[in-house]
């Protein structure tokens, strides 16, 4: 998508998106978020939305957040102020394919339902791997297309809507596993319906 188009769209999901689409992903947050706890440390969280994520952090992480849509940051924003969420350091307005930190920062990164959101996710895949640390972790959930079957064949008819939906369905998971120095450690499938996927990618060692 076109970073119009994401900040059109998003405009346009910030005041339904917990009940709507955050619902149906909950469970892959939940996944992600308590994986994120396991490991402890400092933590990215590229595309963090309305903050849906945010308050199932626990102290063991201190959680920066970025996302560009303002309106959808405001709601993350609201919910960090109105929680008082100590796990939660910042929360920045910021392009994802040019993260303002410096190389080697984060211990974690979190991208959850956003890679086939971005413009240029191979951009953002290479942000991502900069500001990691050596032996950091990528925990990505997302939608990735099928190669058969009937999902494969909705994701095909509704690719042209994705301004309008605001996401690809029919993104290609070999577009984020391009960076050499990142390398595939977990995948599954999970609900709904298997629809989602969650995977962690590790960063070379120094
Ligand atoms: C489907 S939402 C996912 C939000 C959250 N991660 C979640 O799981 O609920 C995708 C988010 O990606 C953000 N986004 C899209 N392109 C971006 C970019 N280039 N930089 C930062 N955020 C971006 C959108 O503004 C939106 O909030």
């Known amino acids: 998508m076109e970073l119009s188009a994401v900040s059109s769209s998003y405009a346009r999901w910030a005041p339904i998106y917990d009940k709507t689409f955050g619902v149906l992903t909950s469970q892959g947050r939940r996944r992600a978020v308590d994986y994120i706890n396991g490991r402890g440390g400092k933590v990215l969280e590229v595309g ?8 199932s952090y626990m102290d063991t992480v201190e959680v920066t957040g970025i996302d560009y849509s303002p309106e959808m940051l405001e709601k993350a924003v609201k919910k960090h102020q109105g929680k008082n969420l100590s796990p939660v350091k910042e929360l920045l307005q910021m392009d994802a ?11 974690t990164v979190a991208a959850m339902h956003i890679l086939s959101v971005v413009p240029e996710p191979e951009k953002v895949m290479a942000e991502i791997a900069r500001v990691l640390k050596p032996g950091g972790e990528v925990i990505i959930t997302n939608h990735f297309a099928r190669d058969k079957g009937f999902l494969a064949f909705i994701e095909k ?9 605001g996401w690809h369905s029919d993104f290609e998971k070999q577009r984020i596993l391009r960076q050499d120095v990142l390398k595939l450690k977990v995948e599954k499938q999970i609900p709904p319906l298997g629809m ?9 060692d120094a």
């Open 97 to 107: 394919r040019e993260l303002a930190f410096p190389d080697n920062t984060f211990d």
């Open 157 to 165: 008819i509704t690719a042209p809507l994705d301004n309008l939906l």
């Open 196 to 204: 989602m996927t969650f995977m962690v990618l590790r960063k070379r």
């Open 48 to 55: 963090v939305g309305t903050g849906l994520s945010l308050p």
